[in-house]
């Protein structure tokens, strides 16, 4: 039998050839830190009082979590990252307004087919999207690994996931993640490595991807990865970054599970209070009323994301028993959108645009919610609280179904729409 | 000692530690005031060091945050027995020096009033009158747990010369 994409990738770092289980220790090509750097900076502080960074080059920073600064607290926190990247020298960093980490970190060239990235958010599992081994660590290890280069890994087993056919009008990577995740469970994938193979998978876009990638986690996956392929090569060739490391499971791999999904049954769905794998077709919801649509996020924040959402409401008014807040996943993305006319008709609809970035997404600023009251995110989770009110409630969606909900300010089914 | 008894699966973290204390609460003081707050609002009044939660399925599911084992590992609690645990929180707890068990065994064994003992030397859980053995961590973890985490660990891998 062959091994999978997790055993080569680590195999490859550690030197010597690992098996499923094992411990070893590699030194990641990136590690990624956000707005928590600043309680990352007082872990590093403390244990090597005036050190030094082991590998500066290797270090990430993107401030995206709360941005602008909602309070003097959080500017203060801003402050000691950008003072701390001054000291040690630490070009990789992206100030507020560049947008979400993990589209920041492909869009910067900074992750690449066949790397290893860890970062202190959850959602690393993202640039599983561009054949990386990615995975979050907490901030204390991050600190670890800024003053040892280095960490550990249980070598997982994999879950593979086939896929064929193509989507139908009106379904999208969401519907298809959340379907998974509600046939999986919330730790159905805890300790796994999940790898997306089979003939649906060229046609994936790249936006479609980091869409299911990024909610590997919500399954409890270490990491979600894609082969790298044309689709790939294209996007790395237009950054001018050479692809060279690039690594895939051998064709007679062993897989704990075998899933098969083939697209074209795949429908609308949302994910229900209070957990992602609470998920049933938008069908049965439909008629509900919504407070707040959120249309964003490193789920769906992408220049992709919000014209399947203006599309729907090109000429369209937003309904007045609803709110609808946009925040583009990066600045690029947003000039992207800008150019293609995209924010212009967003917000002649009547959305309100938010700066790229999480927005409030972790609940932590931006777009509250008041208690009982519902909001149909675009977002990865729906956990009771986390958008700041624990007596509110959170639906999770495709772009197309909060763009069709956000017409009537009710759940509505895009295929009545997009046929 | 207190046995705090969530049965259900799937306590996230935000659940452990709302999310919009974050970025504006990263001691043990201030964890501690929000510990468990949209799960058991009485719980940050009443634990103290010593005491032991005993959890379902997939604790400790959801973001990489480390208030929740940063929070526990602060008050002293002296283990947290679950069904099983998400892979960040897990390792999250080893970072922080946070004991873990997982036996799903000892977890459905459990009823309310039970006295709970733990040996982690031995591997043991004591549960009323019944024991019940949980495997060790390997050696590289074990060692993080022992110098009571990752940071204090390499603290010591540094002052014994063989750090990076």
């Not at chain 1, 970035?357 to 989770?381: F, I, V, W, Y």
Request: net charge negative; with cysteine.
């Amino acid at each position: 039998m062959g091994d999978t994409f997790a055993i080569k990738i680590l195999s490859r770092a550690a030197g010597k050839k690992v098996r499923e289980g094992e411990i070893v220790f590699v030194e990641p090509d990136y590690i990624l830190t956000h707005d928590n750097s600043s309680a990352i900076v007082g872990k590093f502080e403390s244990t090597v009082p005036g050190g030094r960074v082991r590998y500066p080059e290797r270090i990430a920073i993107v401030l995206d979590h709360v941005i602008p600064a909602a309070s003097s607290k959080h500017a203060a926190g801003h402050r000691k990252v950008r003072e701390f990247v001054r000291e040690q020298g630490i070009a990789n960093f992206y100030d507020i307004g560049t947008g979400v980490c993990h589209q920041v970190m492909p869009e910067v060239g900074l992750v690449q087919p066949g790397s290893i990235v860890v970062g202190s958010d959850s959602h690393t599992c993202t640039y599983g999207a561009f054949n990386c081994f990615a995975t979050g660590i907490d901030r204390t290890e991050a600190a670890g690994i800024w003053i040892t280069g280095r960490t550990w890994f249980k070598v997982p087993r994999t879950i593979n996931i086939e896929l064929t056919g193509s989507f139908s009008a009106g379904v999208s990577a969401k519907d298809l993640i959340l379907t998974i995740i509600g046939d999986v469970g919330a730790g159905g994938a805890n300790y796994m490595a999940v790898e997306f193979n089979g003939p649906a998978v060229g046609g994936l876009r790249i936006c479609d991807r980091m869409t299911i990638a990024n909610m590997g986690i919500e399954m409890g996956a270490k990491i979600a990865a894609f082969p790298a392929n044309i689709v790939t090569s294209k996007y790395f060739e237009a950054l001018d970054v050479p692809i060279t490391d690039a690594i895939w499971s051998d064709f007679d791999a062993e897989y704990a599970r075998t899933l098969e999904y083939d697209l074209e049954n795949i429908v609308p769905v949302i994910a229900c209070p209070h957990q992602v794998d609470n998920v049933v077709p938008v069908e049965e919801m439909a008629g509900m009323k919504i407070d707040q649509i959120f249309l964003g996020t490193c789920t769906n924040g992408r220049v992709e994301d919000l014209k399947a959402a203006a599309d729907i409401l090109r000429g369209e008014k937003i309904h007045s028993s609803t709110r609808m807040l946009v925040a583009p996943a990066s600045r690029i993305e947003y000039l992207k959108a800008m150019k293609m006319g995209i924010v212009q008709d967003l917000v002649t609809a009547g959305a309100v645009i938010l700066p790229p970035g999480c927005g409030p997404c972790l609940g932590a600023h931006q777009g509250a919610l008041a208690p009982g009251e519902k909001c149909l995110s675009t977002a990865n989770r729906n956990f009771k609280g986390r958008m700041g009110e624990k007596e509110a409630e959170i639906y999770l969606s495709s772009p197309e179904t909060a763009a069709v909900s956000a017409l009537t300010g009710t759940i509505r089914d895009p295929r009545e729409v997009l046929k | 000692m207190k046995v705090f008894h969530y049965p259900q699966k799937d306590i996230n973290t935000d659940l452990l530690f709302p999310g919009k204390y974050t970025y504006t609460c990263s001691t043990g003081p201030e964890i501690k005031e929000h510990l468990l707050e949209d799960l058991d609002p009485s719980f940050a009044g009443a634990v103290q060091a010593g005491d032991i939660i005993i959890a379902g399925e997939n604790f400790g599911c959801g973001s990489s945050r480390e208030h929740p084992s940063l929070g526990l590992k602060h008050i002293g609690l002296k283990a947290v027995i679950a069904s099983s645990f998400a892979r960040i929180f897990y390792r999250s707890a080893i970072n922080q020096g946070l004991l873990l068990i997982q036996s799903s065994e000892a977890v459905k064994h459990y009823t309310e009033g039970d006295d709970v003992t733990v040996d982690p030397a031995a591997g043991e859980v004591r549960i009323g009158d019944r024991v019940f053995n949980f495997p060790s961590l390997p050696d590289e973890m074990l060692e993080i747990l022992r110098d009571g985490g990752l940071l204090n660990h390499i603290k010591k891998q540094f002052a014994r010369g063989d750090g990076a």
